[in-house]
């Protein structure tokens, strides 16, 4: 079984930015209502939705550490797969009710303050610049950063069009651009957030993670040495970055089978990022032993050449 490693300066930048932008939000939504500002609910708005992204990140961090159980045999990480089901709605739920109200606030925008929304968004471009470097090292590898510096940066480009908005009211009266803005920020947040509403179903359903191609999977099994068929496979994701994967394979021969299991375990993690396979070898050049009711998805099996029969 292989251990894993847990980089604690990495939770503890997680914790850092979660924390960092739930207190950014909290003044923004302060503002917003004080103002009468859908540009700042609106960023706001976005910012929750990243918040509940870190806190996920964070969440994910510090429970791949909890050990499994006799009850819970791969520990709590799936828990981190049903979360984002909840973000995802809330999200939705919440972009909907601000493009409503920016639509209904086109008839008779309201004055909003300028300066105060040009200061509040100002201190967001600050905020999220700031918390993107917290977690800048190691994003070009490390998928969990990598989703959490990129949507720090776009929360930044966000603050930056509630600045240029606020620009706008002050110095121009264009009172239109407080829920035009806001109208943006919400088709831009309820895209993602079905997009995440997609991603967040496909792994509840145990689908194929995103970025694993199944059939190269398949192939590139098929082409081990001894492999004469292949059947049951299955790959779907545990939740905090691991990968699982269980497959019959069936040999020609019979000698060497640790040594098989380790190199094709390791080209799986090293190829395409499965980290937990579970491989049970059978002799032979085909199998049938378990091709009955009891076995419903593993009716499909493949050859050595990826021919099913």
Same mark, same amino acid.
């Given at each position: 079984?292989?251990?894993?490693? =847990?980089?604690?300066?990495?939770?503890?930048?997680?914790?850092?930015?979660?924390?960092?932008?739930?207190?950014?939000?909290?003044?923004?939504?302060?503002?917003?209502?004080?103002?009468?500002?859908?540009?700042?609910?609106?960023?706001?708005?976005?910012?929750?939705?990243?918040?509940?992204?870190?806190? &996920?990140? *964070?969440?994910? %961090? #510090?429970?791949?550490?909890?050990?499994?159980?006799?009850?819970?045999?791969?520990?709590?990480?799936?828990?981190?797969?049903?979360?984002?089901?909840?973000?995802?709605?809330?999200?939705?739920?919440?972009?909907?009710?601000? %493009?409503?109200?920016?639509?209904?606030?086109?008839?008779?925008?309201?004055?909003?303050?300028?300066?105060?929304?040009?200061?509040?968004?100002?201190?967001?471009? #600050?905020?999220?610049?700031?918390?993107?470097?917290?977690?800048?090292?190691?994003?070009?590898?490390? &998928?969990?950063?990598?989703?959490?510096?990129? =949507?720090?940066?776009?929360?930044?480009?966000?603050?930056?069009?509630?600045?240029?908005? @606020?620009?706008?009211?002050? *110095?121009? @009266?264009?009172? *239109?651009?407080?829920?035009?803005?806001?109208?943006?920020?919400?088709?831009?947040?309820?895209?993602?957030?079905?997009?995440?509403?997609?991603?967040?179903?496909?792994?509840?359903?145990?689908?194929?993670?995103?970025?694993?191609?199944?059939? #190269?999977?398949?192939?590139?099994?098929?082409?081990?040495?001894?492999? %004469?068929?292949?059947?049951?496979?299955?790959? *779907?994701?545990?939740?905090? @970055?691991?990968?699982?994967?269980?497959?019959?394979?069936?040999?020609?021969?019979?000698?060497?089978?640790?040594?098989?299991?380790?190199?094709? @375990?390791?080209?799986?993690?090293?190829?395409?990022?499965?980290?937990?396979?579970?491989?049970?070898?059978?002799?032979?050049?085909?199998?049938? =032993?378990?091709?009955?009711?009891?076995?419903?998805?593993?009716?499909?099996?493949?050859?050595? =050449?990826?021919?099913?029969?």
């Amino acid at each position: 079984m292989h251990g894993h490693a =847990h980089d604690h300066d990495g939770t503890r930048a997680f914790a850092w930015v979660t924390l960092i932008n739930l207190a950014y939000t909290a003044l923004e939504v302060g503002y917003g209502f004080a103002t009468n500002s859908l540009a700042l609910l609106s960023d706001a708005l976005h910012n929750f939705g990243d918040v509940l992204g870190l806190g &996920l990140a *964070w969440a994910a %961090a #510090a429970m791949a550490r909890r050990m499994p159980t006799e009850r819970h045999t791969y520990g709590w990480r799936r828990a981190t797969l049903l979360s984002p089901l909840a973000n995802a709605l809330l999200l939705v739920g919440f972009s909907g009710a601000l %493009a409503w109200e920016a639509v209904r606030r086109f008839a008779e925008p309201p004055q909003v303050p300028g300066p105060t929304v040009m200061a509040v968004a100002a201190i967001g471009i #600050a905020v999220n610049l700031g918390a993107a470097w917290l977690v800048r090292d190691g994003h070009d590898h490390d &998928l969990n950063r990598r989703g959490a510096f990129l =949507h720090l940066v776009a929360d930044a480009a966000v603050s930056l069009a509630a600045v240029l908005a @606020g620009a706008g009211i002050w *110095w121009l @009266g264009w009172d *239109w651009l407080d829920p035009t803005t806001a109208l943006l920020v919400a088709v831009v947040v309820a895209i993602g957030a079905f997009g995440l509403l997609r991603d967040a179903f496909d792994a509840a359903m145990d689908a194929v993670p995103r970025g694993i191609d199944q059939a #190269a999977v398949r192939a590139w099994l098929l082409a081990q040495p001894g492999v %004469a068929a292949l059947h049951h496979l299955h790959i *779907w994701s545990l939740g905090a @970055g691991e990968v699982a994967l269980t497959a019959h394979v069936v040999r020609t021969t019979d000698d060497e089978h640790d040594a098989f299991i380790d190199a094709v @375990g390791d080209g799986l993690d090293t190829r395409f990022g499965i980290n937990h396979p579970t491989l049970q070898i059978e002799r032979g050049t085909a199998c049938t =032993h378990d091709c009955s009711g009891r076995a419903a998805h593993g009716h499909a099996h493949a050859d050595a =050449h990826g021919h099913p029969h």
